[in-house]
């Protein structure tokens, strides 16, 4: 017979095991600011704040990214493209520069493919067309990022993602409405039509819906416009839509977590700032700032969705690193800090990583932006 001290102990011992073994990931969030390295998110946390660390997504810092590619050592500033660094955080394998997810011609599966066929469904939210890289490392696989069309048609016609949101190429390649409507997918142009799609959507239903939102030609407009109208640094072009009418990341995000989040067993979902990265290209600190603060925003829509849930992860990262961005002096709180920038080109520097929620103490630390991809297999893994 066993004492009551060895029941003690296998009590324990069970209790242990059960924190250690602990259930699946259901939902993975993954949020991508591109080009949003340390600097970026400094200047904007002291122009919105008055001092750095301030963001909502920064008191989830877990550490580094290393964003290299398979031939970025070539690069004179040893700096991956947005393609080759999707592709390692959605595959786990290397790729060169300017290739979306395959090697030797043969598809490498995404993330966003195995969940598919676990029954997750999924979602690509993006501020630039949506065939632009970073989605696409999710959603297709070429030889080249410059194929929109034919990345449009794995969107269409492989992978078919339930959500896709964002921008798109007004010459008529890569994501068009005729294509979408086609393959099946709802459309919506505005703001008014997106949440007419969306809102209508029983919430106890487990049908499935396939949403395209097609709202600005060539990428979203600024943030820094919408918020400084008399101070425009670029005229818009005639019978461009602007923010009155067309939704804000945080907005988009909000409706396709609201679609989403029907799926019993859970989705996955990119959320992309990628007029983060154009702003560093074009060294210009002003949108820099304000497309960073509305990747924030979207951010803490995520959050209050997920506030009392305990089956999500949520990551915010970038692809690398865009402008060698260097901040020099804090100019106080609604003030552009001083900086510097040594580059108009992505560099090689790590770039930060941030996770909150089930599974995130895994990214504590210095890691490759492959491990993206390996540790959401493993926390999803059934």
Not at 89 to 97: I, R
Not at 352 to 368: N, T
Request: charge should be negative; charged fraction near 25%.
């Amino acid at each position: 017979m066993l004492r009551k001290s060895h029941f003690t102990i296998l009590f324990i011992l069970l209790v242990l095991l059960g924190q250690t073994s602990g259930a699946a990931v259901k939902n993975v969030i993954v949020m991508i600011g591109d080009g949003m390295g340390f600097e970026q998110v400094k200047a904007a946390s002291m122009y919105a704040y008055g001092e750095e660390g301030k963001l909502s997504f920064e008191k989830y810092y877990c550490g580094e990214l290393a964003t290299h590619s398979a031939d970025s050592y070539k690069e004179k500033n040893h700096a991956t493209d947005s393609a080759a660094a999707v592709t390692a955080m959605a595959t786990g394998q290397k790729v060169k520069n300017g290739i979306l997810s395959e090697r030797a011609s043969e598809p490498i599966k995404t993330i966003l493919e195995h969940l598919k066929e676990r029954g997750k469904a999924a979602g690509l939210i993006t501020t630039v067309p949506v065939t632009h890289a970073t989605p696409a490392g999710f959603g297709a696989h070429n030889r080249s990022r410059d194929n929109y069309s034919d990345i449009a048609n794995d969107y269409m016609t492989q992978t078919r993602p339930n959500i896709l949101f964002g921008a798109y190429y007004k010459n008529g390649k890569g994501m068009t409405q005729e294509k979408a409507m086609k393959a099946g997918y709802t459309i919506a142009m505005t703001r008014k039509q997106m949440l007419d799609m969306v809102d209508p959507i029983d919430k106890n239903s487990e049908e499935v819906f396939f949403l395209v939102g097609l709202f600005c030609p060539d990428g979203m407009p600024w943030e820094y416009d919408y918020y400084h109208p008399k101070q425009i640094l670029f005229p818009l072009e005639e019978n461009v839509p602007t923010y009155d009418t067309i939704p804000h990341l945080s907005e988009m995000t909000s409706a396709a977590l609201s679609v989403l989040d029907n799926d019993p067993d859970g989705f996955f979902l990119m959320v992309e700032g990628g007029k983060i990265d154009w702003a560093g290209h074009s060294n210009n600190i002003e949108f820099n700032v304000f497309e960073t603060l509305e990747f924030d925003r979207a951010f803490k829509r995520v959050m209050d969705w997920a506030i009392d849930r305990d089956d999500t992860l949520i990551i915010v990262t970038a692809d690398h690193e865009c402008g060698g961005l260097w901040v020099v002096k804090n100019n106080r709180r609604g003030s552009m800090p001083d900086v510097f920038w040594g580059s108009k080109k992505h560099t090689g520097v790590n770039v930060p990583i941030y996770a909150v929620g089930q599974g995130a103490k895994e990214f504590i630390g210095v890691i490759d932006n492959t491990d993206i991809f390996k540790i959401i297999m493993k926390l999803t893994e059934e």
